[in-house]
């Protein structure tokens, strides 16, 4: 069963790093792989959401400052060692490797964990924008498997996690918001029956 899914696997690979390969690709998806070039936008976005956004955009780029953290420290930390596997460029021959291999483990790919859980916590706040939110961590999250770093299994991996880690951080806060103006509820009527 594992032999078969690892076929599986390996054939996907190959397909999204030689198959679909061309001049365009070659330079779109390497230039999306990596994170450096998007810091300056990154840092826009989220500076303009907290400073002509109100309280929900403040909340959405907090929120999304821990679940980055937890989705890069899972995956890295937890995941990776865990399952400690190789990268396909470290034990396949001929892959197309067009960035840096890497020196880290294969599953999951933090690109797509971190990617997958940005869009659906930033989803969660901004409906209106979920399916670019969810293009662009799709696109990022192949550009691994075609820069020839990841199997595409590592990403299928990446997106599951992330965004479940996306989802428990925000059933979280919306119970502990609940849960907060029933205290604070609880509080005005004590102080109303106080002060009658």
Not at 2 to 22: H, K, P, Q, T, V
Not at 56 to 72: F, K, N
Not at 124 to 138: C, D, G, Q, T
Request: aromatic share 14%.
């Amino acid at each position: 069963m594992i032999e078969w899914l690892y076929s599986i696997d390996l054939m996907l690979f190959r397909w999204g790093n030689e198959a679909l390969a061309n001049p365009v690709g070659d330079w779109f998806f390497v230039f999306i792989t990596e994170v450096k070039n998007f810091y300056v936008v990154y840092a826009v976005v989220l500076i303009g959401l907290m400073w002509f956004g109100k309280k929900r955009a403040v909340i959405a780029v907090l929120l999304l400052i821990l679940v980055i953290t937890l989705s890069d420290q899972i995956s890295s930390f937890v995941v990776k060692p865990y399952f400690d596997r190789l990268r396909p460029c470290h034990v396949l021959e001929n892959v197309r490797l067009l960035v840096g291999c890497g020196g880290g483990k294969s599953f999951t790919s933090s690109h797509a964990t971190n990617n997958f859980a940005m869009a659906v916590l930033m989803s969660h706040f901004y409906p209106k924008a979920r399916w670019y939110l969810l293009v662009w961590a799709s696109l990022v999250a192949f550009s691994r498997v075609y820069t020839g770093v990841h199997y595409p299994s590592d990403i299928l991996g990446g997106a599951i996690l992330g965004s479940i880690i996306a989802i428990v951080v925000i059933l979280a806060y919306e119970r502990g918001t609940v849960a907060w103006k029933r205290i604070r509820g609880a509080d005005k009527q004590s102080e109303l029956k106080r002060s009658s």
